[in-house]
């Protein structure tokens, strides 16, 4: 079972750090993905992170601002979200995928945890 966990509420330009433990499951044997959904939007890629942390792999809209590790010790992954804009503002959500690169498609990835709200405003 897998949970993402603080979100909040922050200005434009802030920052926040994302986690998603897992319980039951060893994420090292897996590669990770960040999904985000806005309101009334369809769900969108958002980073990929192989189990080795070898490769990563960023949606053009967050490249440069976001950063999406591991630590396999801590069965936890981990998204900082640095520069956020209004448009940032949704539910999270991480994914365990049993791909071996970094998909960006959703159907890749077999188990999905709870979201967390970030939301972005003034």
């Known amino acids: 079972q897998l949970q993402a966990y603080g979100g909040g509420s922050v200005q434009p330009g802030g920052s926040l750090k994302l986690s998603c433990a897992a319980s039951?499951?060893?994420?090292?044997?897996?590669?990770m993905g960040w999904f985000r959904q806005a309101p009334g939007k369809g769900r969108e890629f958002v980073a990929a992170?192989?189990?080795?942390?070898?490769?990563?792999r960023y949606a053009d809209s967050v490249k440069g601002r976001f950063t999406i590790s591991r630590d396999n010790a801590k069965n936890t992954v981990y998204l900082q979200m640095n520069s956020l804009k209004t448009e940032d503002t949704a539910v999270y959500s991480c994914?365990?995928?049993?791909?071996?690169?970094?998909?960006?498609?959703?159907?890749?990835?077999?188990?999905w945890g709870q979201g967390t709200l970030v939301t972005v405003s003034s």
């Open positions: 039951g499951r060893t994420l090292s044997l897996y590669g």
């Open positions: 994914a365990a995928t049993l791909s071996g690169g970094v998909p960006f498609t959703d159907r890749e990835y077999r188990y």
């Open positions: 992170i192989t189990w080795s942390a070898s490769t990563t």
